[in-house]
C-alpha cells in the first residue's frame, strides 16, 4: 500500500508510514457482490418468455394432452355448440 501523504510504499499488515510516521488506511475487505433487483426481474421475464415458447410449440400437449399449460376444450364442448346456418 502506498502512503496517501508521501506517496512511499508500505507492507499490507503496517498501520503506520515507516517514512513519515502518518497513519495508514485500514485496507477494506471486498463487498460481496447481491443480485440487485433489475437482475431478478431479467431472470423472472426470461422464465416467462421460456415458459410462453414452450407451451406456444406445443410441447406440454405433445407430453401429456390432459396436462397442457393451456387447458384445451374437450371435443364435446366443441360440437355442441350452435352451428351457423343450421
Not at 35 to 41: F, H, I, R
Not at 62 to 84: C, D, E, M, R
Request: charged content about 15%; hydrophobic content about 35%; proline content about 15%.
Amino acid at each position: 500500500m502506498d502512503c496517501p501523504n508521501c506517496h512511499t510504499y508500505n507492507p499490507d499488515e503496517r498501520t503506520v508510514c515507516w517514512r513519515c510516521d502518518k497513519p495508514l488506511p485500514r485496507p477494506q475487505p471486498p463487498k460481496k457482490k447481491q443480485a440487485s433487483s433489475q437482475q431478478w426481474l431479467y431472470i423472472l421475464i426470461a422464465v416467462m418468455v421460456i415458459l410462453m415458447l414452450v407451451n406456444m410449440c406445443g410441447l406440454p400437449q405433445l407430453l401429456s394432452p390432459k396436462t397442457g399449460l393451456i387447458p384445451s376444450a374437450p371435443f364435446a364442448a366443441i360440437s355442441a355448440l350452435p352451428q351457423p346456418g343450421r
